[in-house]
């Protein structure tokens, strides 16, 4: 057995962290990326330019790789059971990874397993979306395409039947949720190895902004342990059951009335574990590669008190080096992450990472250095 | 101001590490190494091919770099002094680099300067061994040659004049020095920056095992706090009047009656250092990369009460990566390190990194997955 070569399909910025996280194992590297402009094309040696969604493409990248991975979600399935047919390990595989592509089959798969989640179902058309409504609470309902959405994108609030005509003409079938009445958003973050070994991460309170992740505090403040246990033991639970391989982000709502649903399913690093770059003793990209090699897991405990991850957005700047100088001046322990995009407003482009025994430090850090690389802060 | 590129002459360990500290702050990072195989060409986008001791190949390398800093100490005094005139910022400069490159310069300066070192002139044979002997406390002395050597290699210690023609042979000026009467080897690691900021890491304790380290332990153990502050200031104050830029690591010899005398400089990240990258708030190479940008330093200070850095040489088996499996099980805190190297007896081909609370614990840990990497423990 020598060092392996792990593929990656997507060069996006998860794909550049686990990068980062596999050149202290000493193994091979190779990624498969739409440009050379992407976010891991830049730091990588071993690329590959081309398109995923082409499956010789896909064929000839995956010949000479122990093992496939990804940084997003969107390889079509049957692509993925032709690798596993040509006898290449794809981590997850594709009964697994389903359910983090398609909305209505995880909802029914964790329907089956009897785990929590929003009130649901399928509708057919603004009709449908009314009679739903009409089955519970009413309006607002969450609508969302089944394939395709992230960030915000490819969901609608809709308060009214003649408000939800826009989700269904793109032809996807559409999701019906009710607008669940949380507190807050949680994430419980596990990895699990093809050998079913996993290691659950502690339960993370992911604050959102107009839809996007803007602030991520681990361990959650304020978490009763039963219902932290209860958020980890689903989640490893159905890394289990849907026979995942690597890391699997498990997003939760906290409702008024003290139970976890569950939100989204995400089978790959996510931004709601980034703070374990700095903050944990194993990273989570550091354990998703184990965890594809069929290695043992690291550690996953935290090394501080608190950690406080803050998404950086572009702003109206394009220079957010310059930034830099104050930021680090002002602050000798901030954990600054970049991705090598270019700034447009709105867009991630970074986050940084804080840490310490006052959690009030701790993310006023991260938000000042957030906010100052965005350009909202400028003192 | 965009990013910036920082152009790294040297594809060792060294410049690996540099880089993949360099992702997180979105920098660009552009290599100069002798073959694609060496161990940073394996893990970096932007590798030109070629041999540093060509001066039109560095020109050609340095153009479209914002800065050149380096691996090794080896590029000829003279390359770098022609890339400076070409309005190339070359960090360390020329001017501090010879006194890691000469250590018949080194001792010279440092004598002016007043810092402490053991007995020492240049030699020019055998007979004039055994006159510097008869100066001082007699034979065994220690010779080596002021420039090229590293790791034990271009030293030799000698109990006569007869032994002593072996480093006179290369043509070289040879250095006399006493053998230092020392009870531990201590490195104080400093970095330093273009306008003058320097921070200073812990003092640590380095273990050699056949002239080569085998362990370092951060901070030092038992080291009185009067000797670890003299340490520093020492190490602070040969970067400033040297004007090194980056880092710099002062290798000391503890006495047996209570002095610190530097035996080596070297300025670039050091071995000594490698435990920052796991048991620091910011690692020797984080802080390299912001000094040679001019950015503010980040924090030095340990994240835990101990660190231990093992390097793993090379064994009998040329498999490590199948040693994994039991390292990681065994130890799901442990920090691998791997360079990428072929293995060869003896070869330094990774380091692995513990911490923690309990010393022993901390010790024992690492040696065991070091030794079980190599081979030399198979259980």
Redesign the interface.
């Known amino acids: 057995?020598?060092?392996?070569v792990v593929g990656m399909v997507g060069g996006g910025q998860l794909a550049?962290?686990t990068?980062?996280a596999g050149?202290?194992?000493?193994i091979?590297?190779k990624l498969l990326s739409d440009t050379p402009q992407d976010s891991a094309?830049?730091?990588?040696?071993d690329?590959v330019i081309g398109d995923y969604r082409d499956l010789e493409t896909l064929r000839a990248f995956a010949r000479g790789c122990d093992v496939i991975t990804f940084d997003h979600e969107h390889v079509p399935t049957e692509h993925l059971r032709a690798l596993e047919a040509d006898g290449i390990p794809v981590r997850p595989g594709p009964e697994a990874l389903v359910h983090a592509q398609d909305k209505g089959v995880m909802r029914a798969r964790l329907d089956a397993l009897g785990v929590p989640c929003p009130r649901h179902r399928i509708v057919s058309d603004p009709a449908d979306v009314a009679a739903f409504a009409a089955e519970g609470d009413g309006f607002p309902v969450v609508l969302k395409t089944v394939r395709g959405g992230y960030d915000g994108k490819g969901v609608w609030v809709v308060d009214s039947a003649a408000e939800a005509a826009e989700p269904f003409r793109a032809g996807v079938p559409v999701l019906a949720e009710e607008k669940v009445d949380f507190v807050r958003e949680l994430a419980a973050n596990v990895v699990r190895s093809p050998h079913g070994q996993a290691v659950a991460y502690p339960v993370v309170e992911s604050r959102q902004v107009n839809g996007v992740c803007d602030t991520v505090i681990a361990p959650a403040p304020d978490l009763a342990e039963s219902l932290a246990l209860q958020a980890e033991e689903m989640a490893l639970r159905i890394a289990k059951e849907l026979d995942v391989v690597g890391h699997l982000a498990v997003e939760l709502f906290q409702t008024r009335d003290g139970r976890v649903l569950v939100n989204e399913l995400a089978m790959r690093p996510h931004n709601s574990g980034h703070w374990s770059m700095d903050g944990a003793?194993?990273s989570q990209f550091a354990n998703h590669v184990?965890a594809v090699l069929d290695?043992?897991?690291?550690?996953p405990r935290p090394?501080a008190r608190w950690t406080v991850m803050a998404n950086v957005l572009g702003g109206d700047y394009p220079?957010?080096?310059?930034a830099?100088?104050h930021c680090?001046?002002r602050d000798?322990?901030?954990?600054?992450?970049?991705?090598?995009k270019d700034v447009k407003p709105g867009r991630k482009v970074?986050h940084v990472n804080t840490y310490g025994d006052d959690l009030d430090d701790v993310l006023e850090r991260a938000r000042h250095a957030a906010g100052y690389l965005r350009g909202t802060i400028t003192e």
Do not use: C, N, W
């Not at 094309?41 to 040696?45: R, W």
């Not at 220079?319 to 310059?322: C, E, K, L, N, V």
């Open positions: 057995m020598t060092f392996p550049r962290m990068h980062e050149i202290p194992l000493g091979r590297f094309a830049q730091v990588v040696s690329v003793i194993t184990r290695l043992p897991l690291g550690d090394r220079d957010m080096y310059s830099y100088l680090m001046a000798p322990q901030l954990k600054i992450h970049m991705y090598g970074g």
